[in-house]
Nanobody, 123 residues
């Protein structure tokens, strides 16, 4: 079992920055990938960024490329999402997620989810 706890959300004006953190607990050594997802009211959940725990290969949604950076600190079992140049359309609940197995990672079918942290960007 893995537990994920997000922090770092908040309210910011357009153009501002936030850094989200996700602390992981439990059997984390077997995780194959971790990622950030978001869901805005009335919209489907979408993947924002992901990272393979071994090797650090990353993926970004087109909407956040060049503005967001996903990173991990394996010593601290913590995942980060640095968000710069925020836009009102980035407003959403952001979730940290993790998965075992390459197949799940490639399909973005994550096994474990955090409770979410709200990000609100005002114009």
């Amino acid at each position: 079992q893995v537990q994920l706890v997000e922090s770092g959300g908040g309210s910011v004006q357009a153009g501002g920055s936030l850094r989200l953190s996700c602390a992981s607990f439990g059997y984390t050594s077997g995780l194959y990938c971790m990622g950030w997802f978001r869901q805005a009211p009335g919209k489907e959940r979408e993947v924002v960024a992901s990272i393979y725990t071994a090797g650090g290969s990353t993926y970004y949604a087109d909407s956040v490329k060049g503005r967001f950076t996903i990173s991990q600190d394996n010593a601290k079992n913590t995942l980060y999402l640095q968000m710069n140049s925020l836009k009102p359309e980035d407003t959403a609940m952001y979730y940290c997620a993790a998965a075992y197995g390459g197949g799940r990672c490639r399909r973005f079918e994550y096994n474990y989810w955090g409770q979410g942290t709200q990000v609100t960007v005002s114009s």
